[in-house]
């Protein structure tokens, strides 16, 4: 597991409208970026947790719903971010947002896969750009900018000489009545796309109740602890009306009572487990995972706990009677080959990594892991491997900085230095690092032959426009 990004940049909205207050920053040409070119780079700069396993899951939890959705074909990626408050929602047409807090919460994979159902159903229902050409309906930007919490000052500022005018206007514009029509408009959205779920699931041979009893539990959080209430109920408005609503429908499938299949409740039982291990206290790990329990995921919580807070060896047995229960669950020689690498053990991890590449049927991120640790042992001799690995995962996860910043290395090991400034160049860029990208692009187009593929990559790159989000791969 890898954290990346740099904290994203909060916006102080009213809570009620965060959702709405995304798509107008974009709409009002505010410092977002247009929404037609977010779905390029719509996870740049967000805090994202990257996980073989939990994105495997992730994925084996949203196709079938997605497929439901006719939306199959659209390549929607599930993105998850690391926030411990539970959240999940989607900004464009290719990209369902999860929160860590979220996943760590449920307690069945039945829930997620309903959080899915109902995000499903804002997608396929396209209510985004609905609403987008609901707020654009309002008209001027000084409505937008008040609903985005930006304020009139800023709308002034934005329109020049006629500054003071729009500003009035907004400032006298009945807000309360604009709010409640959006809301309005945002609550029917709601209700829709928890239709869309139920059928989703319905036709998935799914249950609903995961969904229903998680909306239930968050509504009541609305309810008996207004002290904190989670994201989720800002982007998703949840009133007890909805919640019985949504019962009703959900209460009428044949597949009420249906549980998860037991494989698949181990899977997130082992996720939930990974993801404390890797993001909480040892003592709160010990707290969830006493010793004295001796399931799976208790001892991979506990492996994991050990490798990142106290002594490898002491891991690397823990970790070692993992794969003697599941000796083909390539993410515990995963975990050990991370463990290996960490620990300033890179030759050792290359084996592992290598079975851990081979059981997951050559995921991207074990790859580039794998190509880490060949090149953290400064054999040139394993610097060509290398590349080949990385150009591989690099071609799948293009958008990856760590991908070709190990690339360049790799390139570097080998003595092809041309090739080392392309891909520092391309890691400099997938970090929206414009500046350095350019420089490092520049200097790359001195040593490739012009014209040749990679040399049109580097002049794509030295020609990208601040703020356009072009992608350059
Ligand atoms: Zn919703």
Do not use: C
């Amino acid at each position: 597991m890898s954290l990346d990004g740099t904290p994203i940049r909060t916006r102080r909205t009213t809570p009620a409208i965060a959702l709405v207050a995304a798509i107008a920053t974009g709409l009002a040409g505010g410092p977002g970026v247009a929404p037609a070119r977010a779905q390029d780079s719509a996870t740049r700069g967000m805090p994202l947790i990257r996980d073989a396993e939990i994105e495997q899951l992730l994925r084996d939890y949203a196709a079938p719903v997605l497929r439901a959705a006719g939306l199959a074909k659209q390549n929607v990626r599930v993105v998850v971010l690391s926030d411990r408050s539970f959240n999940a929602f989607v900004m464009d047409g290719r990209h369902i947002f999860i929160n860590a807090g979220a996943l760590f919460d449920a307690k069945t994979p039945n829930e997620i896969i309903g959080v899915f159902a109902h995000e499903t159903g804002h997608l396929a229902g396209g209510h985004l750009q609905r609403l987008r050409e609901q707020l654009a309906s309002a008209q001027t930007a000084g409505i937008v900018a008040l609903l985005a919490g930006i304020g009139a000052a800023v709308a002034a500022s934005r329109a020049g000489a006629n500054a003071g005018d729009v500003g009035a206007a907004a400032i006298m514009a009945p807000q309360s009545a604009i709010m409640r029509s959006v809301l309005s408009y945002v609550r029917t959205q709601e209700d829709q796309a928890d239709h869309a779920g139920v059928k989703f699931l319905n036709a998935t041979g799914q249950s609903p109740k995961g969904m229903v009893e998680l909306f239930k539990r968050l509504s009541d959080q609305v309810l008996f602890n207004s002290r904190y209430i989670d994201p989720y109920m800002q982007t998703h408005p949840m009133p007890a009306d909805r919640v019985a609503a949504l019962e009703t429908i959900a209460k009428a499938s044949p597949y009420w009572d249906r549980k998860d299949p037991a494989e698949l409740q181990l899977r997130h039982d082992l996720m939930r487990a990974k993801l404390s291990g890797f993001l909480e206290r040892p003592d709160t790990v010990a707290r969830r995972y006493p010793a004295g329990d001796h399931s799976l995921p208790a001892r991979y919580a506990r492996a994991i706990s050990t490798y990142r807070h106290s002594d490898l060896r002491q891991a690397l047995v823990q970790i070692d009677s993992l794969i003697q229960t599941q000796p083909n669950n390539p993410y515990f020689y995963e975990l050990k080959g991370q463990a290996l690498l960490e620990g300033g053990h890179p030759a050792e991890a290359i084996s592992p990594l290598r079975q851990a590449a081979q059981l997951s049927h050559s995921n991207p991120l074990i790859e580039i892991m794998l190509a880490q640790a060949l090149n953290a042992t400064n054999n040139p001799k394993l610097a060509e491997e290398a590349v080949g690995l990385l150009r591989t995962a690099i071609s799948r996860e293009p958008e990856a900085p760590e991908a070709y910043a190990q690339l360049a290395m790799a390139y570097g090991r080998k003595g092809d230095l041309a090739n080392a400034d392309l891909a520092s160049a391309q890691a400099a860029f997938a970090r929206g690092d414009l500046k350095t990208a350019r420089q490092l692009a520049t200097r790359a187009k001195t040593r490739l032959p012009i014209g040749s593929p990679a040399w049109v990559r580097a002049d794509d790159i030295v020609n990208v426009k601040p703020n356009t989000n072009a992608n350059a791969q």
